[in-house]
Every structure is written in C-alpha cells, then in structure tokens.
C-alpha cells in the first residue's frame, strides 16, 4: 500500500494487527537460513565484519533483535514488533515521493552460542514476495559478521513495471542494513 504521508506508530500497530494473520506469499520458508536455492527469484547474501569477541557480538544480536537493521536503513518499524516466531512486523519505507507499507512474519528464531538472528517471509501487504535472513555470526577465530540473505522477486504490478529501479532500491536497503549494523555496534 503506497501513502504520500508518514504513518504513525499507531497506524503501523493496526496493519500488522489487521494483516499479520494473512498467508505468506513465499512458500519456502526457511530457505533463507537453510541456504536452499530457489528458482524464478533474486538472491542476495552480504555480509560484513564488524569486530571481534563476545562484546561485539552480544551488542550486534541485541541490534537485530530490535530491528536495528531495518531502522537504520530508514525504515520504521511497528512499535513493539517483536523477533518470534509468527509475530507479524509491520514496516513503511521511504520512497523518493511517499511511503509504502509492508507485512512480514517472522518465520524462525535462530539463538546459538555463535549465531544469532531471525528470517521472516512477506505477507500480501508487500511489494514483493520472498523471505530474509538477518544474522550475527561468531567465527572460530572470533571474528563477528552480521550477514542478509534473501529470495525476492517483485509481487506487485508497480514493483514489476519499476523494474531495475526497484532492484536498486532494495540493493541499497540491504547495503543501508549492513552499515546500520556495522555503526550500532562501532
């Protein structure tokens, strides 16, 4: 759904409330995490370090836990979504002249000693259809990456008709993602 202005707080709690329980448009859950290939949709996986040892990654898992991710890059987040598996996460992201507005569900929690993050899949409300990965990992040598990966493919006759434009703008959403990390926990 497009809007000229920015949502509210309130009018992203009532979208997720009202839309969270739809069906996914994305069938193969968990292929984010599992690295399954999936054919006819874009893949991404970036990556990038952002220091060594238990602090570093204590504080990179609680910045993703919060979406610090996605509200770094930008995008707000429905106040109190919360990294479960089945809680709906409502979002709007900026485009160059309005908002548009997207459902997720959270599809999988993953929380090991070296590994933490979540992947959820899109909802109807979103211009795509796919799911993605946001993860915190702690090498043997202890270095500490936050690492996307995700299975897109436009869903929405004005994303498929924007073509290339609209994969730059995801492009650079994943790159304001890896930076909005890599400075939270700098």
Do not use: K
Request: aromatic content about 8%; glycine content about 10%.
């Amino acid at each position: 759904m497009l809007r000229l202005n920015r949502p509210t707080p309130e009018d992203l709690r009532e979208v997720a409330r009202r839309r969270g329980g739809e069906e996914p448009t994305f069938a193969r859950l968990g292929a984010s995490l599992l690295g399954e290939a999936v054919d006819g949709y874009v893949h991404d996986d970036a990556s990038v370090v952002l220091g060594h040892g238990d602090a570093t990654f204590d504080a990179a898992r609680t910045v993703v836990r919060r979406f610090g991710a996605q509200r770094g890059a930008g995008i707000q987040v429905a106040d109190g979504a919360e990294v479960r598996p089945g809680a709906a996460v409502a979002m709007a992201a900026p485009l160059p002249l309005g908002w548009i507005l997207a459902v997720c569900r959270v599809v999988e929690v993953v929380d090991e000693p070296d590994r933490y993050g979540f992947s959820y899949v899109t909802l109807p409300l979103h211009p795509e259809e796919g799911e993605e990965a946001f993860l915190v990992e702690r090498g043997a040598a202890g270095e500490v990456r936050f690492r996307v990966v995700a299975w897109s493919r436009a869903r929405w006759w004005p994303a498929r008709l924007a073509g290339p434009v609209a994969r730059r703008l995801q492009v650079r959403a994943l790159r304001r993602y890896l930076t909005a990390v890599q400075e939270a926990v700098a």
